[in-house]
């Protein structure tokens, strides 16, 4: 059940959507489990990192877009 954490606060609606479509992708590939996992690996990477992006907003004071922007811009600077 652990890997279920993931949908934890997804509305049931969007949850269905999400994997309905997942699943469908995946009886067209040749590892559709491998699929599956993949898939599932990139949600969970994609809802660390909205919520990084969002602690980050709040420590900063400033909405998500910016913040975005403004970290994109300091990887990209030089370290000195």
Request: aromatic share 10%; net charge positive.
């Amino acid at each position: 059940m652990k890997k279920w954490k993931t949908f934890y606060n997804i509305p049931e609606p969007d949850k269905t959507f999400i994997l309905g479509g997942i699943i469908s992708r995946a009886l067209y590939d040749d590892n559709p489990v491998g699929y599956i996992n993949n898939k599932l690996k990139e949600l969970r990477k994609t809802m660390f990192s909205n919520k990084i992006l969002e602690a980050a907003s709040v420590f900063l004071g400033i909405d998500k877009k910016s913040t975005q922007v403004h970290l994109i811009k300091g990887l990209k600077e030089p370290v000195l």
